[in-house]
Nanobody
Framework: QVTLVESGGGVVQAGGSLRLSCAAS????????VGWFRQNLGQEREFVAA????????YYGDSVKGRFTISRDNAKNTAYLQMDSLIHEDTASYYC?????????????????WGQGTQVTVSA
């Protein structure tokens, strides 16, 4: 098991940027791929982005392609989500998750470790 803690959320104007961080502790970070998901009240948790254990593979949801960038620093046991050109529809709670190296990156059920979430609010 790995424990994940997100940070970096906040309130930003449309067109602005935020960088979320996901700090991991516990079992070796490189054992896991990392994903970011987001959710609004009453809605399903949506895939945002994912990165392979060594950072060589990155994957994005259609709604964030070209605006968000996922990365990781295994020496720091931390993953990041750089969010640029934010729009109101990006408002949500953002969750970091980790999964074994196998399984679909986009499937939330493949992830067995989750952080507590951080709120991102984009004002119009």
């Amino acid at each position: 098991q790995v424990t994940l803690v997100e940070s970096g959320g906040g309130v930003v104007q449309a067109g602005g940027s935020l960088r979320l961080s996901c700090a991991a502790s516990g079992r070796s970070f490189t054992t896991y791929a990392v994903g970011w998901f987001r959710q609004n009240l009453g809605q399903e948790r949506e895939f945002v982005a994912a990165i392979s254990w060594n950072g060589e593979g990155t994957y994005y949801g259609d709604s964030v392609k070209g605006r968000f960038t996922i990365s990781r620093d295994n020496a720091k046991n931390t993953a990041y989500l750089q969010m640029d050109s934010l729009i109101h529809e990006d408002t949500a709670s953002y969750y970091c998750a980790a999964k074994p190296r196998t399984g679909s990156y986009q499937d939330r059920d493949a992830y067995d470790n989750w952080g507590q979430g951080t709120q991102v609010t984009v004002s119009a």
